[in-house]
């Protein structure tokens, strides 16, 4: 019986990629001189401080460029509030989230159904969802419906097997 599962995942070397491309652009822009601009990777998370909030703004422009060129969605990234750190600078913290949340589980679930699809079947199996049907066609359209549906995370169709 055909299947395939439908996952959220960050490539993590693409991200540490576009974040060093944008430090390397942030240190030789004149405008960003002087300003303490700086972008941090952690392990789910990238931090970027700077003097102002007008000039973190710009810095969250230049990594989102950079995270698009790299093609990582910028659904996969959400950023927090600003804050005002130490030293009269501004910090904004942005969440690289990867994982489908079982409540979007649900939803995905859901929708699947309500496309009422004979012998289309979906699970939640962890952080993935995996569909099963009798027609390899009706699979195809339901990657075709999820593409077309606006959810608040990258969606990725792995596993395909007939």
Do not use: C, W
């Not at 055909?2 to 430090?23: L, T």
């Not at 929708?111 to 969802?129: E, F, M």
């Not at 995370?153 to 097997?161: G, M, S």
Request: net charge neutral; proline share 1%.
């Amino acid at each position: 019986m055909p299947s395939f599962d439908v996952v959220s995942e960050v490539d993590e070397q693409e991200v540490r990629n576009a974040v060093d491309q944008a430090r390397r652009e942030v240190a030789t822009r004149y405008d960003f001189k002087g300003t303490g601009s700086e972008i941090d990777l952690g392990k789910d998370e990238i931090v970027l401080r700077s003097s102002t909030e007008d000039r973190l703004n710009a810095l969250r422009q230049v990594l989102e460029e950079k995270l698009v060129r790299r093609k990582v969605s910028l659904k996969a990234v959400s950023f927090g509030r600003v804050e005002e750190a130490a030293g009269a600078t501004v910090r904004q913290v942005g969440t690289l989230q990867a994982g489908i949340s079982a409540e979007l589980a649900k939803d995905i679930n859901k929708r699947i159904k309500a496309l009422g699809l004979k012998g289309v079947q979906s699970q939640t199996q962890g952080d993935q969802v995996r569909v099963t049907g009798k027609k390899r066609d009706d699979l195809q359209a339901v990657i075709a419906h999820l593409r077309e549906a606006d959810l608040d995370i990258p969606l990725q169709f792995t596993n395909f097997r007939d």
